[in-house]
């Protein structure tokens, strides 16, 4: 039987393991297209990188299949780029920026939804200052970035100026390659104008917070399902996010709603999607976080212990022009999650659980499935794409037949978990 060839940018052992797992795997041959290092950590030379993948695309002694991505910025946008190269389906480059750029996607939110933060463009040229008519508390940052990273919770004028340095200082690591990308389309003046290094200023959401998953074939808008994005106790950082959702069904039924109105708006064909909410559980209230051009990797197991499928499925099949339904609760268990197990004070990493200690504690537990973050010998705010405020030590995938035993899971590995620090160093 002759395989189909698909190149998956930045291809990870984790994440393959995934991809063998959906239906018909055995039909398709996968080939890492640029790694994750070059394409995820440090500078971003996106240039250099769209022609060191035309090149190894165009020196393959084969029919390329399909070309896909699951990471954030630079794979959404080199995706859509090689795809047009090659002759490929994909998601259009021009709904893709839209959906990525935070200040031009809120600008589109603002046509057909209106429960919307107040938010505007803070000048990091000159002298910055809360844009009118907005009240502290707000978020402060990029217009791109990814991982919560340079993403900061400001509260008075003091921690506003902290934050803007901040920025300011790191801004250009993805903001100078993402203006690559605004170059590749045509930008209303008010985004030309401001481009891909500047900062947005949003008055921050309250309520409880979850995400959507979907896709859109042809033109159709489908969500797949709902998640809950779980946080550790009066912090902004993720504990856990849970497939399904446990919110009321009404909540549910209006994200969904949003979902296929705002991704209708942005234009966004052939991709996978995913977008996060604040939901007010007192009032109903919804309101749009964020939308990405792409369906969450992190999510790829939860989908797989639920419904007994991952969600990359939808990628290949949207990559291979498919129809890429997913079935319903046809995996082994009823709930599932991704747990961050984070540390709140920076240090240097002296110690990691071993392999054989994983593995020990994986055959103990049933439904996980751990991933170690901190490398041994590192100071853990040298890592790459951390958020603002800890440090990710470990992903713990768990499944369960109900929260509360997942929970029960949870604290197991975490106690059987032997990290050691240095906070002298």
């Not at 935070?102 to 603002?110: F, N, T």
């Not at 996980?368 to 030590?393: C, H």
């Amino acid at each position: 039987m002759s395989q189909v060839d698909i190149f998956v940018l930045a291809l990870d052992e984790g994440n393959l393991r995934t991809l063998e797992r959906i239906p018909d795997a055995q039909k398709f041959r996968y080939h890492a297209l640029l790694g994750v290092e070059e394409t995820q950590e440090g500078e971003i030379p996106i240039e250099d990188l769209l022609h060191k993948a035309e090149r190894t695309l165009s020196e393959f002694d084969g029919e390329i299949g399909a070309i896909v991505g699951y990471w954030d910025f630079p794979t959404t946008a080199l995706v859509p780029m090689l795809c047009k190269r090659f002759g490929l389906p994909s998601a259009n480059l021009e709904a893709v920026v839209k959906c990525e750029h935070k200040y031009w996607s809120r600008l589109e939110q603002s046509k057909v939804v209106e429960d919307l933060p107040k938010f505007g463009i803070v000048d990091l040229g000159g002298e910055a200052r809360l844009p009118d008519g907005m009240k502290y508390p707000v978020w402060l940052k990029p217009v791109k970035s990814f991982s919560s990273e340079l993403a900061f919770h400001v509260s008075d004028d003091k921690e506003f100026e902290d934050a803007v340095e901040q920025i300011r200082e790191g801004v250009s690591r993805v903001g100078k390659p993402f203006e690559f990308v605004l170059e590749q389309v045509e930008l209303p003046p008010e985004i030309a104008e401001i481009g891909g290094q500047a900062c947005l200023a949003e008055e921050a959401l309250t309520g409880v917070q979850a995400a959507t998953e979907g896709y859109v074939y042809q033109g159709k808008v489908t969500v797949n399902g709902a998640l809950d994005s779980i946080n550790y106790p009066d912090t902004s950082s993720f504990l856990r996010h849970q497939y399904p959702s446990q919110l009321p069904r009404e909540i549910v039924a209006r994200m969904t709603d949003i979902s296929e109105r705002v991704i209708t708006q942005m234009g966004l064909t052939n991709s996978t999607f995913s977008i996060e909410f604040f939901c007010d559980l007192d009032t109903g209230r919804v309101s749009v976080l964020e939308i990405n051009a792409r369906h969450s990797q992190s999510h790829a197991d939860m989908f797989m212990a639920v419904d007994g499928v991952p969600n990359h499925h939808c990628m290949v099949r949207l990559g291979l022009d498919q129809d890429p339904s997913l079935p319903r609760n046809e995996g082994p268990y009823e709930i599932a999650a991704k747990w961050y197990y984070r540390r709140f004070s920076d240090a240097v990493v002296t110690r990691v659980p071993t392999a054989a200690e994983i593995e020990s504690i994986q055959n103990e537990i049933p439904g996980v499935t751990i991933e170690i973050v901190a490398t041994e010998g590192t100071r853990l705010s040298d890592e790459p794409a951390q958020d603002s405020y800890s440090f990710e030590l470990a992903d713990i995938f768990i499944g369960a037949d109900s929260e509360a035993e997942m929970t029960r899971k949870y604290d197991r590995c975490v106690e059987a978990l032997r990290f050691e620090f240095d906070e002298d160093e």
